[in-house]
């Protein structure tokens, strides 16, 4: 008897079985075609959780025909990442391709991860890294410019309906025993993530003999896991809602969608970080302050942890949504990156250029500027080409 949790016994073994992620696993795309090539790479897979990301480690491997080392960031030390790299070189003297799979990667240090960027860059090791977090913040520069980072969407209701129905099959289990209301409930209150949507069929398959009803289905769940899949209320469209409401002054409304997001288990330094971003965005100079207040509630969440920085989150997302707004510093950032990419090659005016040496100075180098505060020499400081350009009009 096959003891496993139904969500191992159920992971799909093959390319061809796994559901979703259409974007990277079908023809002409990566992972496709990294398995049709027989040629691992280094990639960090992101990716909320139970939407594949350990699967298609597994998958990779198996088919390019390489071995699978997995190791976890919440137990694992630098120890375990050299043991590892022992055994990979190893197999490079023979031939042979290690693959070595790094959960929650994003729990590693930077020194942890320093310690294994060498094996990455010399190709001891392929690295496949899987996190739920943004890999820009939580994984260091070098690791993430020797892989490719991959999105991994939620499953949607129609792929968890499809995991179910396999499911249904292993456990022989037929219409009658689990009708089609069901069904459609455990793809409901999954929020995407088919390891729940599992475990919640294994349990309510274990709480009767009879018939698994709804209200078996809601037994086994507890408690309903606000959606995040395409199907109804996703992240994307809550932290979107979010975002808006606070741009559009309803305060209300703001932390309606910051209670909803917590409530679905959002990490709280995702949404600290949204709100930095808005600081600038949508408030910049009309208060400036409001800076500073968005950034020392990421620093208090990253210290304070939930539940307690809860206050900080609604304090924070209260006072921005009641801040007046300006969109000067974002306007002029894009009127800036603009000209900067049609006047890339704009000399830079001669009274501004450095001026180290006597030859520089006969060239006129800083001609015709003064060291004082204040300055303003009479050509002004743009190229000609930008002279009359102006990112703070009115």
Request: net charge positive; with cysteine.
């Amino acid at each position: 008897m096959d003891t496993r949790p139904l969500a191992e016994r159920m992971r799909p073994e093959k390319l061809a079985d796994v559901l979703g992620q259409e974007h990277l696993v079908t023809a002409g795309n990566i992972i496709h075609e990294i398995i049709a090539r027989k040629q691992p790479t280094s990639l960090i897979l992101w990716g909320p959780p139970g939407s594949g990301k350990t699967t298609l480690a597994r998958i990779i491997a198996r088919e390019t025909e390489s071995e699978f080392i997995e190791l976890s960031a919440v137990t694992a030390g630098k120890a375990d990442v050299m043991k590892t790299v022992e055994r990979a070189e190893q197999n490079r003297r023979l031939g042979l391709t290690t693959i070595l799979f790094v959960d929650e990667i994003h729990r590693f240090n930077k020194a942890q991860q320093d310690a294994f960027l060498p094996y990455v860059e010399d190709g001891t090791i392929i690295l496949i890294g899987a996190t739920t977090e943004n890999p820009s913040f939580e994984v260091i520069t070098p690791l993430l410019s020797r892989s490719r980072v991959l999105v991994l969407e939620p499953l949607d209701i129609s792929a968890i309906t499809t995991v179910v129905k396999r499911a249904a099959k292993l456990l022989k289990l037929n219409a009658k025993r689990l009708p089609a209301a069901s069904v459609k409930l455990l793809a409901t209150l999954s929020g995407g993530d088919a390891r729940i949507a599992l475990g919640n069929l294994e349990l309510a398959a274990q709480l009767t003999d009879g018939a698994i009803t709804p209200e078996v289905v809601k037994t086994a769940a507890q408690k309903r896991v606000p959606g995040y899949d395409k199907a109804g209320e996703q992240h994307y469209n809550i932290i979107s809602a979010f975002i808006k409401s606070m741009r559009g002054s309803e305060p209300t409304a703001a932390l309606y969608y910051l209670a909803r997001m917590l409530q679905a288990g959002e990490d709280p330094k995702f949404i600290a970080r949204r709100m930095v971003v808005f600081a600038s965005e949508d408030i910049g100079l009309a208060a400036p302050a409001a800076l500073n207040l968005a950034v020392s509630t990421f620093l208090a969440v990253e210290r304070v942890g939930l539940p307690e920085c809860e206050y900080n989150l609604y304090h924070c997302a209260a006072v921005l949504a009641k801040s007046a707004k300006s969109r000067t510093v974002a306007n002029a950032m894009q009127m800036a990156k603009s000209a900067a990419r049609e006047h890339a090659d704009a000399p830079i005016p001669l009274q501004l250029r450095n001026a180290p040496t006597k030859l520089m100075k006969d060239l006129g180098y800083g001609k015709g500027y003064a060291w004082q505060a204040g300055f303003k020499p009479k050509q002004g400081f743009l190229p000609d080409e930008l002279k009359d350009i102006d990112f703070f009009k009115d």
